[in-house]
């Protein structure tokens, strides 16, 4: 009897240690998912933000990527300008078919995604040029519900999305804060693809090749900001 007492009591032991084994790691593990999402959520948009995006795979998205690259060698193919209004984070873009005001969640879902992430990127103003962005939401905002600008053209009262974004944010001399560049419909290879002469065909435009103009990947590459975080990661 003594022996079986013992022998209960060490399996008792045994059994109790054996739970204290597993509670500790399912804490560990409740641990590294809390820390993990505490990160995840440690960044915070600041009104007036741009933020940068890869379009999912479409003809277009392709033309403009092949044409233009940002930061890091990024293909970025479009940008807005983040507008938090009580406590939630819209994105002011001029997207087709008009200048609009979007949630930040529905942008994102427009984004080409790698490994379940939006390949979408946040640039800030320096301090040096924050104090333009009060001004340059009040412009923003005034141009909602303006056409988009199908045909990249400077004085038609209609806009395509970094062309908003050049036009908003201004300096005190009133003149486009971020620099005007040559606006560039080759590829790589010095070749019109064959999408955009069938564009500007459609809309019996000419291609404004070397016209001045803006694009998101040149924003991107500012030094008047900097990216200050990305929901993806680079190898």
């Given at each position: 009897m003594k022996i079986r007492v013992i022998s209960g009591k060490k399996n008792k032991l045994k059994m109790n240690t054996i739970k204290t084994r597993i509670l500790t790691g399912i804490t560990a593990t409740l641990f590294l998912f809390c820390m993990q999402v505490v990160f995840a959520q440690d960044f915070r948009f600041q009104t007036g933000d741009l933020l940068f995006q890869v379009g999912k795979s479409s003809q277009w998205n392709e033309a403009i990527a092949k044409a233009t690259f940002g930061e890091s060698n990024i293909h970025y193919t479009h940008v807005g300008i983040v507008s938090i209004e009580n406590d939630t984070v819209f994105v002011i873009e001029a997207a087709p078919p008009e200048v609009c005001k979007t949630l930040l969640d529905t942008f994102l879902l427009r984004s080409l995604h790698l490994a379940g992430k939006p390949v979408a990127a946040v640039g800030r103003l320096k301090q040096a040029y924050s104090e333009t962005i009060p001004q340059a939401l009040v412009r923003a905002k005034k141009l909602l519900g303006k056409p988009y600008d199908y045909v990249y053209s400077p004085d038609n009262d209609a806009?395509?999305?970094?062309?908003?974004?050049?036009?908003s944010f201004l300096n005190q001399q009133d003149?486009?804060?971020f620099e005007m560049v040559k606006m560039n419909f080759r590829d790589s290879n010095g070749n019109l693809p064959t999408y955009w002469i069938e564009h500007f065909k459609k809309?019996?435009?000419e291609i404004p090749e070397n016209c001045q103009g803006s694009n998101p990947g040149d924003l991107s590459k500012s030094e008047k900001i900097e990216i200050v975080y990305r929901y993806f990661k680079i190898n």
């Open positions: 806009y395509y999305c970094s062309e908003l974004v050049t036009l003149t486009p804060l809309y019996n435009a």
